[in-house]
């Protein structure tokens, strides 16, 4: 197994997509991350206003005091978190589009082996991505936010725990994906338009249903934003088991998306939910791949 890793990482580093994927990945990291920073102001305005303000209120959090940065990094890194699943995509539809998938598994024991190793090869390019993507996002918070407006030290780890825990997911979810279809271009665009469109339009459309409200928290797009979005939405009392019930839906959804997480849960129940939805496409593209013809 440890000869298949090491195979792993020398064909990965062997071309140029970890780190042309790396480029796009800092600066959407960087530059919505310090958008939304530079946004907190009238955000923590937004706070002392209106039914946001009975919120505050309600779970005794001073609009003036919040550490509003970390909304603006969840927002950065949840959309950065599109890098790894799609550097996941290649991983195996990437092989069979160039052959190499023919000599990759005539090279190991078995199929399952090769497989095996790639997972784990792209769980530790997950957390790498993840770190370059938290660290970006963290300068970014530093240089558009006021000091006293940053998360505390516990927020920082969860943050950091959170956002490398969902990058490696997301990782593994674009390579059960890719392999599922494997086409890297339809692979590429139906991951595209489902999870900066559809999903988000869906959500949104059906917000004002009480029923279906919980979509933003079951479907795969808001539960991979709610790992990091619902340490966020925890931290002010955002989440969807948090807000009092005399909160209209209208300003329950403008405070979950300013939180990045709308419909979010919990953190760790979106980790779950996610891990749930990695685990089917993983799942499917594993099994699909012990009986295809490589030839």
Known sequence: MGNLIKAEFRKTLSLNTWWVLLIPLVLVAFWLTFAWGSLTNNFADFLGSGDAKQVSESIGLDPDKIPVGLLALAHGVNIAQLVPALFGVFALAGEYRSKTITTTFLTAPNRISALTAKMLTYVVWGAIYGVVSFGVSAVAVMTSVDSGRWPTTGQWLAALGGTVLAAVLVTLFGI???AVLRSVPLAVVLLLVWFLIVENVLVIAFWGWADVRILGGILPNGTANGIVGGIAADAFGFNSLALPASVGSGSQLVLQLTAGA??????????????????????????????????
């Not at 919990?266 to 030839?295: E, V, Y």
């Open 176 to 178: 059960g994906f890719g």
């Open 262 to 295: 709308p419909g979010v849960l919990s953190w760790w129940a979106s980790a779950l939910i996610f891990f749930a939805w990695t685990m089917l496409f993983f799942g499917l593209g594993w099994a699909g791949n012990q009986k295809r013809d490589i030839t």
